[in-house]
């Protein structure tokens, strides 16, 4: 099955910094999510885009679903401690083969004090 | 509280036994996915679920099986074909039974495989 292309692989950065992550596809998807994952834990959903050029937002987060529906980004504002994790982005293609999402490899965010 | 469980969190088995992975979700989700994670990978499909009584293969899923004999309930087995079992299996579920463009999953907590 196909993985995401997703970058950074890792980023280090100070606390209060902005932080961008984002994934490409040779594929076109319908939807795509971005989660975070720490250590031991399963993925909690942090946003979910429906439609080619939707921006949204979650607190400090914000989220685009390309026009070209073969990317999207995620941006992070004012980073603090708790948002070191591993993000990563999935998509979802309606219509064909299996139902479950794809995923790229994640963005490890580690925040330096 | 709403959600979807998994146990047990860590499992440690001899190589060559079988061993079932347990999934609960009492969101009343139709559908129910495995996934499995290597280290510095992201996740593959396993196995998923539309309904209960069929399920369907998904990207890696030899040495696996499934079964869903109840809506809540979907356990996966990993048996003494697959290769490599040791890692960290993830369950997800989502409300309808095809995912739709406005759908999401949501996952559980993990069970981390070893095989000695």
């Known amino acids: 099955g196909q993985q995401l292309n997703q970058s950074p692989q890792s980023m280090f950065i100070q606390e209060g910094e902005d932080v961008s992550m984002n994934c490409t596809s040779s594929s076109i998807f319908n939807t795509w999510l971005w989660y975070k994952q720490d250590p031991g834990e399963g993925p909690v959903l942090l946003i979910a885009l429906y439609k080619a050029g939707e921006l949204t937002s979650n607190g400090r987060l914000t989220a685009q679903f390309g026009i070209t529906r073969k990317d999207s980004f995620l941006n992070i504002s004012a980073s603090i401690p708790s948002d070191v994790g591993i993000y990563f982005c999935a998509g979802h293609r309606s219509g064909g083969g299996a139902d479950g999402l794809t995923f790229g490899k994640g963005t490890h965010l580690i925040i330096q004090p | 509280d709403g959600g979807i469980t998994q146990s047990p969190k860590y499992l440690f088995r001899k190589e060559g036994q079988n061993v079932t992975l347990s999934c609960e979700q009492n969101l009343n989700h139709d559908a129910m996915y495995w996934y499995r994670q290597d280290p510095g990978q992201g996740l593959r499909l396993i196995y998923y679920s539309q309904i209960v009584n069929d399920f369907q293969k998904g990207d890696i899923a030899e040495g696996y099986s499934v079964s869903r004999e109840k809506k809540e309930s979907f356990p996966l087995t990993v048996t003494s074909a697959q290769k490599n079992p040791t890692a960290f299996y993830l369950c997800?579920?989502?409300?309808?039974?095809?995912?739709?463009?406005?759908?999401?999953?949501?996952f559980g907590p993990g069970t981390r495989l070893t095989v000695l």
């Open positions: 997800a579920s989502s409300p309808k039974r095809r995912m739709t463009s406005t759908d999401t999953q949501y």
